[in-house]
C-alpha cells in the first residue's frame, strides 16, 4: 500500500499501514474501505494536537463486527490518536444528508488507504445543505454565549475558546461559500476561508483574521472584546441563514 501524505510523521503513517493491514486480516471481506480524512488528509498535521480521524467502511457493521475489528482500532488509537466513523457503504450518503457539511468537506479533503471511495461521487441536496449550516452557525453561537459567561474573565480561557470553534466556523462558511457558487480557495486554510468569506457575504473581516490567528496559536491580546465581536457576528449572520434556510423547500 503506497499513498502521499504530505506533513505526516513516519510513525502516523506506519501507524496507518498497520491498520490497513490488520482490518483486512481482522474483518477479510467484511472490510470494504480505509479513507482518511480531516487535518492530515490535508497536509496540516499538528503533532500533539491533531487527530488522525478515518472512515471505515463495513459491509456489515453488526456487532459482531465492531468486536472483530476492535484490537485494530484500539491499537492505532494508541499509537497515532486515531478516531474511527464507522460505515457501511450504503449509509455513506444517508449519512450526508444529516450531517451535509461534514461530509462534503470529507469529500473534498480525503485519501483512500484501502479500498473503495463513496466519496467521489457524493451529492447532497443544496437545500440540505443549507439547512445544516442555519443549524450548525446557530448551535455555534448558543454555545459561544455559554462559554462566555463562564469564561468572560479568564483571558487563556477565551482564547482556548475560540480557537477551539475556528476551523468548525470555517468549515461551515466553506460550504455556505459554495452554495452562492464560488470558488474555494486551493489552499484550503482557515484564514483564506475566512477571507473569502468576509468579502462573500460583508462579514467583519478584521474578526475573522484575529480568529485565524488564534487557532494558528498567536493569543488575542483583547480576547473578550474579540469574543463580543465574534459573538455580534455570529448573531447577524446566524438569523441570515435561518432566513434563507425557511425559504428553500427540502426535497422529498
Same mark, same amino acid.
Given at each position: 500500500?503506497?499513498?502521499?501524505?504530505?506533513?505526516?510523521?513516519?510513525?502516523?503513517?506506519? !501507524?496507518?499501514?498497520? *491498520?490497513?493491514?490488520? +482490518?483486512?486480516?481482522?474483518?477479510?471481506?467484511?472490510?470494504? !474501505?480505509?479513507?482518511?480524512?480531516?487535518? +492530515?488528509?490535508?497536509?496540516?498535521?499538528?503533532?500533539? $494536537?491533531?487527530?488522525?480521524?478515518?472512515?471505515?467502511?463495513l459491509h456489515n457493521a453488526n456487532?459482531?463486527?465492531?468486536?472483530?475489528?476492535? #484490537?485494530? *482500532?484500539?491499537?492505532?488509537?494508541?499509537?497515532?490518536?486515531?478516531?474511527?466513523?464507522?460505515?457501511?457503504?450504503?449509509?455513506?450518503? +444517508?449519512?450526508?444528508?444529516?450531517?451535509?457539511?461534514?461530509?462534503?468537506?470529507?469529500?473534498?479533503?480525503?485519501?483512500?488507504?484501502?479500498?473503495?471511495?463513496?466519496?467521489?461521487?457524493?451529492?447532497?441536496?443544496? %437545500?440540505?445543505?443549507?439547512?445544516?449550516?442555519?443549524?450548525?452557525? $446557530?448551535?455555534?453561537?448558543?454555545?459561544?454565549?455559554?462559554?462566555?459567561?463562564?469564561?468572560?474573565?479568564?483571558?487563556?480561557?477565551?482564547? &482556548?475558546?475560540?480557537? @477551539?470553534?475556528?476551523?468548525? /466556523?470555517a468549515i461551515e462558511l466553506g460550504?455556505?461559500?459554495?452554495?452562492?457558487?464560488? *470558488?474555494? #480557495?486551493? @489552499?484550503?486554510?482557515?484564514?483564506?476561508?475566512?477571507?473569502?468569506? %468576509?468579502? !462573500?457575504?460583508?462579514?467583519?473581516?478584521?474578526? *475573522?483574521?484575529?480568529?485565524?490567528?488564534?487557532?494558528?496559536?498567536?493569543? @488575542?491580546?483583547?480576547?473578550?472584546? /474579540?469574543? &463580543?465581536?465574534? /459573538?455580534?457576528?455570529?448573531?447577524?449572520?446566524?438569523?441570515?441563514?435561518?432566513?434563507?434556510?425557511?425559504?428553500? @423547500?427540502? #426535497?422529498?
Amino acid at each position: 500500500m503506497t499513498y502521499a501524505l504530505p506533513g505526516a510523521p513516519e510513525n502516523i503513517v506506519l !501507524a496507518l499501514k498497520s *491498520l490497513a493491514t490488520d +482490518l483486512s486480516e481482522q474483518a477479510g471481506i467484511n472490510f470494504a !474501505a480505509l479513507i482518511l480524512y480531516g487535518g +492530515l488528509a490535508r497536509g496540516r498535521y499538528r503533532a500533539g $494536537r491533531s487527530d488522525v480521524n478515518v472512515v471505515v467502511l463495513l459491509h456489515n457493521a453488526n456487532a459482531q463486527s465492531l468486536q472483530a475489528i476492535a #484490537p485494530a *482500532l484500539r491499537d492505532a488509537r494508541r499509537a497515532a490518536a486515531v478516531q474511527a466513523m464507522i460505515l457501511t457503504p450504503a449509509e455513506v450518503p +444517508l449519512a450526508a444528508h444529516d450531517f451535509p457539511t461534514k461530509f462534503l468537506d470529507i469529500r473534498r479533503h480525503h485519501v483512500v488507504l484501502h479500498g473503495v471511495d463513496p466519496f467521489a461521487t457524493l451529492e447532497v441536496p443544496q %437545500a440540505l445543505v443549507l439547512r445544516r449550516i442555519a443549524q450548525s452557525l $446557530r448551535n455555534m453561537l448558543l454555545r459561544l454565549r455559554h462559554r462566555y459567561l463562564i469564561l468572560c474573565d479568564e483571558p487563556d480561557g477565551l482564547n &482556548k475558546a475560540l480557537a @477551539e470553534v475556528a476551523r468548525p /466556523l470555517a468549515i461551515e462558511l466553506g460550504a455556505l461559500v459554495q452554495l452562492e457558487g464560488n *470558488l474555494l #480557495p486551493d @489552499e484550503d486554510r482557515t484564514a483564506s476561508l475566512f477571507a473569502l468569506a %468576509a468579502k !462573500a457575504f460583508n462579514l467583519d473581516a478584521s474578526t *475573522l483574521a484575529s480568529l485565524a490567528s488564534l487557532r494558528d496559536g498567536i493569543p @488575542e491580546n483583547d480576547v473578550a472584546e /474579540l469574543f &463580543k465581536r465574534l /459573538l455580534d457576528l455570529l448573531s447577524s449572520l446566524s438569523d441570515q441563514v435561518d432566513r434563507r434556510a425557511a425559504s428553500v @423547500e427540502i #426535497p422529498t
